[in-house]
T-cell receptor, first 111, second 115 residues
Framework: GQQVMQIPQYQHVQEGEDFTTYCNSS?????IQWYKQRPGGHPVFLIQ?????EVKKQKRLTFQFGEAKKNSSLHITATQTTDVGTYFC???????????FGAGTILRVKS | DGGITQSPKYLFRKEGQNVTLSCEQN?????MYWYRQDPGQGLRLIYY???????QKGDIAEGYSVSREKKESFPLTVTSAQKNPTAFYLC??????????????FGQGTRLTVV
């Protein structure tokens, strides 16, 4: 069945370093979404990518959707302590209308 | 303000009891979902509903039940058949997974503990 894999599972960086999380689907996705969950909080929508090869930026965050629409990445430039949390990717299940989440990448930032 | 509300925020359950978690939204969304999150883990889908009076099992539906009698409400019952119910439960709603410019709105979550 369809799987959405996310790596790495965990990353601990020094403040100011860059960070990247990768999301790979076993099937082509019509769109992909990214969410951030702060410790103790709930997931909050960051962005949706729809087009093949699409790149979107939000300040220090850069999101990419692969040409084949089967992979995506989130890159944070010069991490800050406010970036800590878990980042999830999510995409539509190929056979129906449920939203499938990746396992998430936990980001910790040392100041 | 439009949003999605979960209650209670914290819930304690004795073994053998059924408990019901509330989820209400006033966003006029058709789709509502329940996820379970264990510490340091991702989101696992329990049940989801695309329309009133219809719902489907997710990946871990055993020991849970839901109803969707109103568009705004999607309560989740954790039954005594769920052997390890201690977890963080998240409810979400959105217009539709395949729509452009859609996003899932999550409630604040309910933290359930078996005592």
């Amino acid at each position: 069945g369809q799987q959405v894999m996310q790596i790495p599972q965990y990353q601990h960086v020094q403040e100011g370093e860059d960070f990247t999380t990768y999301c790979n689907s076993s099937t082509t996705l019509s769109n992909i979404q990214w969410y951030k969950q702060r410790p103790g909080g709930h997931p909050v929508f960051l962005i949706q990518l729809v087009k093949s090869g699409e790149v979107k930026k939000q300040k220090r965050l850069t999101f990419q959707f692969g040409e084949a629409k089967k992979n995506s990445s989130l890159h944070i430039t010069a991490t800050q302590t406010t970036d800590v949390g878990t980042y999830f990717c999510a995409g539509p299940w190929e056979y129906g209308n449920k939203l499938v989440f990746g396992a998430g990448t936990i980001l910790r930032v040392k100041s | 303000d439009g949003g999605i509300t979960q209650s209670p925020k914290y819930l304690f359950r004795k073994e053998g009891q059924n408990v019901t978690l509330s989820c209400e939204q006033n966003l006029n969304h058709d789709a509502m979902y329940w996820y379970r999150q264990d510490p340091g883990q991702g989101l696992r889908l329990i049940y989801y509903s695309q329309i009133v009076n219809d719902f489907q099992k997710g990946d871990i539906a055993e020991g849970y039940s839901v109803s969707r009698e109103k568009k705004e409400s999607f309560p989740l019952t954790v039954t005594s058949a769920q052997k390890n119910p201690t977890a963080f439960y998240l409810c979400a709603s959105f217009r539709g997974v395949r729509e452009v410019n859609t996003e899932a709105f999550f409630g604040q979550g309910t933290r359930l503990t078996v005592v």
